[in-house]
């Protein structure tokens, strides 16, 4: 059965540094999406992406934040200059289509780890 | 932000018998609304769907009921399994994309 993959699984970091999150979304799916979950805290929605372009962010998704998809296969998180407050499960998930029948795959994560 | 509601942090069930989760919401705006199963250390599965434009979607020993009204969802497992004990999130939206999660509910099916 297909599935997304992320990678690495876990990722350690000083405050300040760059960090890239990477995501394999299954192939034929259109739509991808980031999430994050800080511990103890809800699933929130950061990003999603169609057609080479941000379709919708939040107001979590701010200057620190961007995406992309560099080869066709991969799609990628890099936070800029990380933050303690950065620290937090980050959620890869892509779908075949947006809208009533978005049945969203998720990855199983990369937990980050701001020092 | 406080736009999805899951009010119960846990829920034990003996096995089979049946399982209700509840949800409530705060925006009119939404129209589209998921369920997932997430296990330790896993990302959220999804399990179910529905849309506005619908009260009731059923799939196998799962069924989300709608209120539009009452602005509220439930799901309902039947009969319950030991191997459904997990946190069980809804999670709506006005467009389809961007999803408002709850905060879970933690469903304990004892054997």
């Known amino acids: 059965e297909p599935e997304v993959t992320q990678t690495p699984s876990h990722q350690v970091t000083q405050m300040g540094q760059e960090v890239i999150l990477r995501c394999v979304p299954i192939s034929n799916h259109l739509y991808f999406y980031w999430y994050r979950q800080i511990l103890g805290q809800k699933v929130e929605f950061l990003v999603s992406?169609?057609?080479?372009?941000?379709?919708?962010k939040s107001e979590i998704f701010d200057d620190q934040f961007s995406v992309e998809r560099p080869d066709g296969s991969n799609f990628t998180l890099k936070i800029r200059s990380t933050k303690l407050e950065d620290s937090a499960m980050y959620f890869c998930?892509?779908?075949?289509?947006?809208?009533?029948?978005?049945?969203?795959?998720f990855g199983p994560g990369t937990r980050l780890t701001v020092l | 932000d406080q736009q999805v509601k899951q009010n119960s942090p846990s829920l034990s069930v003996q096995e089979g018998r049946i399982s209700i989760l509840n949800c409530d919401y705060t925006n009119s705006m939404f129209d589209y609304f998921l369920w997932y199963k997430k296990y330790p250390a896993e990302g959220p599965t999804f399990l179910i769907s529905i849309s506005s434009i619908k009260d009731k979607n059923e799939d196998g020993r799962f069924t989300v009921f709608l209120n539009k009204s009452a602005k509220h969802l439930s799901l309902h497992i039947v009969p319950s399994q030991p191997g459904d004990s997990a946190v069980y999130f809804c999670a709506a939206s006005i467009t389809g994309n961007q999803f408002y999660f709850g905060t879970g509910t933690s469903l304990t099916v004892i054997p």
């Open positions: 998930a892509s779908s075949e289509t947006s809208g009533e029948y978005n049945e969203q795959f």
């Open positions: 992406f169609y057609n080479n372009e941000i379709s919708e």
